[in-house]
């Protein structure tokens, strides 16, 4: 991080080597002989704040990779893969290994990219904040702008570098960066830091209205959207309750939510569902080396990141649920139907062991009544179908003295290195490219599930399910899979409830982590794949990424702990 340029000089830069990106952007122009320095100055705001979006999209050089190295793509992997909704299906020289396995170095090429991009656009608002003037009406709307993405950077940064808030406001935070000359640096605690985006969300929606265009411009409502998720993760559920209903405005939250819900991530910059999202045109498809690559083989992606075992379970007790139907596919080969014949898929490995696990693939025969069995070494073992929380059937197999969690499939479903292929397909198919997607950083489904968590950590148990059921309903769960204070399927409290709604709604965007530790729950992987075989606890010291080494060893910043 840079700690003294000069004003002037940053905004000769960003103006020079932020031409290009005007050109995609919904600006004025006059002839020449007709521009007022207003104009020209409004339109150079403009461009810094439009150039703070192109840096979350844009490929930068980083410690001499370039290729495929994004804001976006670092952040969307950093923030989802270390949770329990994927399965890494080998190993990679990618740094998204090393996010998925909790082997995190502090001279990784993710880890430090996404903190010196992190602090330039924080950079490049605080020279907006420094200039604009709210009291002119032409400025509002850019400052408002630069008030949210400040705030969303410093959210951003806090959560993935530092222990969540619940664990205390005095927890080691990041550096807080609310003027562009900088004469020292040092990380504030947590609790500062989450004040800080507290005031500039409200500042942003004060003088926010309307978006400038799409989504990819935020809104009044998206700092409100944002500000209800700092609140919920600040354990201020009043408030995020308040914010919500205010953002609402008397509306029903059903009106909210995009009534296609199979095409909305493919469509999602011009969905009114989506309150922001890092905006990307058919130019800016980055193929192999975007997030949808990772989850989907089509149009030439790697589609080696798969939905995890637990994961599917939790999507398959209402099969119809469009979230699943619409954007996790079983491939099965040559593209045949499924089979009629077929395999237990076994979490294979020592009892106890925390190494990777395989998967022992074996044929099963039906005794007539859905009860399977398969023979090895003479003996015969029958899986049990097990009533989990009174109502849900999951697969269980006693196999050497280990109770095991297994999956009966189609024996012709495609496997790589033993693991069952489901490609994942809500960072794909924009304008029909099957790698090109705009990433969503804040939607209304959220929002009402932020709600809906905070109605339930009061007490609220009518007002949360009645959320969760408008998030279920839209995505096609009949309405004998809704919940009610005397039908609660087998969960213990509402709370239990929204936790997996949430779950299932916002799967492989980037809030899973979050949501476990931030409520002190340890993560449970133990399921197939190349991460460990293991329960992170909460206590972790390595649930979150360390400084990196090219900041802390040049600014003297104290590093995480046992890093």
Not at 227 to 253: F, H, K, N, W
Not at 422 to 441: A, E, I, N, R, W
């Amino acid at each position: 991080m840079k700690t003294r340029i000069q004003n002037i000089v940053i905004r000769t830069f960003v103006l020079g080597t932020l031409a290009l990106c005007a050109l995609s952007c919904d600006l004025d122009y006059y002839p020449s002989d007709e521009q007022s320095t207003d104009i020209i100055i409004r339109d150079a705001n403009a461009m810094i704040i439009d150039g703070c979006y192109s840096l979350l999209k844009d490929e930068v050089e980083y410690l001499g990779y370039p290729s495929g190295n994004t804001y976006c793509r670092h952040y969307f992997q950093m923030a989802e893969f270390p949770a329990d909704n994927i399965c890494l299906s080998g190993r990679s020289t990618d740094p998204l290994f090393q996010a998925t396995t909790y082997t995190m170095t502090d001279n990784l090429q993710n880890v430090g990219t996404l903190w010196m991009l992190g602090y330039k656009i924080i950079y490049m608002a605080n020279t907006l904040i420094e200039t604009l003037d709210e009291t002119k009406a032409d400025d509002r709307q850019i400052l408002g702008e630069a008030y949210f993405i400040r705030a969303m950077m410093h959210l951003n940064l806090v959560t993935l570098y530092a222990k969540p808030y619940s664990y205390g406001r005095t927890e080691l935070g990041i550096p807080l960066d609310t003027v562009s000359l900088v004469t020292a640096i040092k990380r504030n605690p947590v609790g500062e830091v989450y004040d800080q985006i507290v005031l500039d969300l409200r500042k942003a929606a004060s003088l926010m209205g309307a978006s400038r265009g799409n989504a990819g411009y935020p809104s009044r409502d998206a700092a409100l959207g944002l500000l209800s998720r700092v609140y919920l993760y600040m354990q201020q559920y009043d408030d995020c309750i308040a914010i919500v209903t205010e953002m609402l405005g008397g509306a029903d939250p059903a009106t909210k939510l995009d009534a296609n819900l199979a095409n909305y991530f493919a469509n999602a910059k011009n969905s009114d569902e989506t309150l922001f999202c890092i905006a990307h045109e058919v130019t800016e498809d980055r193929g192999q080396s975007s997030i949808g690559s990772m989850y989907n083989k089509d149009g030439g992606g790697w589609g080696e990141i798969y939905p995890s075992d637990p994961l599917l379970n939790l999507y398959e007790r209402y099969p119809m649920d469009v979230r699943y139907a619409a954007f996790i596919h079983p491939q099965y080969n040559k593209g045949e139907a499924p089979a009629a014949t077929y395999n237990v898929y076994i979490p294979n490995g020592n009892a106890g062991s925390t190494e990777k696990r395989d998967v022992k693939i074996m044929a099963v025969t039906d005794d007539g009544t859905g009860t399977y069995s398969f023979v090895e070494g003479g003996v015969t073992y029958t899986i049990e179908n097990r009533l989990v929380q009174g109502e849900y059937i999951e697969h269980h197999l006693d196999y050497h003295g280990e109770d095991l969690l297994v999956r009966i499939l189609p024996s012709n479903i495609e496997t790589r290195n033993s693991y069952p292929k489901y490609y994942v397909t809500k960072f794909g198919y924009q304008d029909g490219v099957p790698t090109l997607s705009s990433p969503v950083c804040c939607r209304w489904a959220e929002v009402l599930l932020n709600a809906a968590e905070a109605y339930a950590r009061t007490g609220d148990e009518t007002n949360a399910l009645n959320l969760v059921n408008i998030i279920r309903t839209r995505a096609g769960i009949p309405a004998a899979g809704l919940f009610a204070a005397g039908n609660m399927h087998g969960y213990a409290d509402a709370v239990d409830v929204v936790m997996d709604e949430r779950r299932l709604e916002l799967a492989f965007e980037g809030h899973r982590m979050f949501d476990v530790y931030r409520n002190k729950r340890d993560m449970d992987r133990r399921f197939p794949g190349v991460q460990a075989w293991e329960q992170v606890s909460y206590t972790e010291p390595h649930i979150q990424y360390p400084i990196p080494n090219s900041e802390w060893t040049v600014s003297g910043i104290e590093q995480n702990p046992d890093y």
